[in-house]
């Protein structure tokens, strides 16, 4: 069966509001992990059109790459290293308007100019792996909106990893 979204909003702030209950919806029905990372970066990347989303998964002291859509990507990334190791490493969720500003940053791709990772979490708080967003635009991410909707987004994901 073919999966729909279906999104009339045009300011980012409402396009957030109008996915979260279909994003619902769609993961409501889905027991498999990997399916259901998968369709969250599909549904990320159509709605929003960013150069890359994807999530990384924590295994040992690295992130490995999971689900993602866009460009061939960094496999793994060591705890505390770049813009996503060191958003494990604090906990925090991380929005950088210049990927060339950030100390350490590590580039997968030229074509990131600003990202925003969040880190993701089992239902028991423990960080099993991170949302990682890139833009090919500076400054394409916000404290105000993404922020929020990221992390409220990755909320619904926290049961999938305590199954």
Same mark, same amino acid.
């Given at each position: 069966?073919?999966?729909?979204?279906?999104?009339?909003?045009?300011?980012?702030?409402?396009?957030?509001?109008?996915?979260?209950p279909?994003?619902?919806?769609?993961? $409501?029905?889905?027991?498999?992990?990997?399916a259901?990372?998968a369709?969250t970066?599909?549904?990320?990347?159509?709605v929003?059109? !960013?150069?890359?989303?994807?999530?990384?998964?924590?295994?040992?002291?690295?992130?490995?790459?999971?689900?993602?859509?866009?460009?061939?990507?960094?496999?793994?990334?060591a705890?505390?290293?770049?813009?996503?190791?060191?958003s494990?490493?604090?906990?925090?969720?991380?929005?950088?308007?210049?990927?060339?500003? !950030?100390?350490?940053?590590?580039?997968? $791709?030229?074509?990131?100019?600003?990202?925003?990772?969040?880190?993701?979490?089992?239902t028991?708080?423990?960080?099993?792996?991170?949302?990682?967003?890139?833009?090919?635009?500076?400054?394409?991410?916000t404290?105000?909106?993404?922020?929020?909707?990221?992390?409220?987004?990755?909320?619904?994901?926290?049961?999938?990893?305590?199954?």
């Open positions: 069966m073919a999966e729909h979204l279906y999104l009339q909003a045009s300011s980012r702030t409402e396009r957030y509001r109008e996915l979260y279909q994003l619902q919806g769609l993961l $409501s029905r889905e027991t498999n992990l990997i259901n990372l369709n970066a599909a549904a990320l990347r159509q929003f059109g !960013f150069f890359w989303v994807g999530f990384y998964l924590v295994e040992g002291d690295q992130l490995v790459l999971g689900p993602f859509q866009g460009e061939i990507a960094c496999t793994r990334i705890r505390g290293r770049g813009v996503c190791g060191t494990w490493h604090t906990g925090q969720t991380l929005v950088v308007p210049d990927v060339d500003a !950030f100390p350490g940053h590590i580039a997968c $791709s030229s074509s990131s100019c600003s990202e925003i990772v969040v880190p993701l979490r089992n028991e708080g423990e960080i099993v792996g991170v949302l990682d967003i890139d833009s090919d635009q500076l400054s394409d991410f404290e105000e909106v993404d922020r929020p909707a990221l992390e409220q987004i990755v909320e619904l994901l926290a049961p999938l990893f305590s199954r």
